[in-house]
């Protein structure tokens, strides 16, 4: 990753407002799927770059968060290598 993030993590937040809204779910709703298995991020095709590396091949994009300089939770859409480096 070329950027230091504070408290990355990908997957998806119950948190985040973009998840809820993704969802259409409040954050208790989408807390209980993700917890007992029945939400998960699959991933989606995009032809947008990867908000973290920029790259702009087309491919799967999947959920990941940050935290800003406010404590705030930021949403990006990463791609596959992305995601793979971060579980690493």
Known sequence: ??????HFSSGLCSGCLDCQSNYDMS?????????????????????Y?????????????YAAHYRNDDDEICHLEICEDCLLAENE
Not at 1 to 6: A, C, Q
Not at 28 to 47: A, C, P
Not at 49 to 61: H, K, M, Q, V
């Open 49 to 61: 770059a990867c908000e973290l590396c920029n790259e702009s091949l087309a491919g799967n994009r």
């Open 1 to 6: 990753m070329s950027t230091e993030l504070k």
């Open 27 to 47: 954050e208790k709703e989408l807390e209980t799927g993700i917890s007992n298995g029945t939400i998960f991020d699959e991933g989606s095709f995009s032809w």
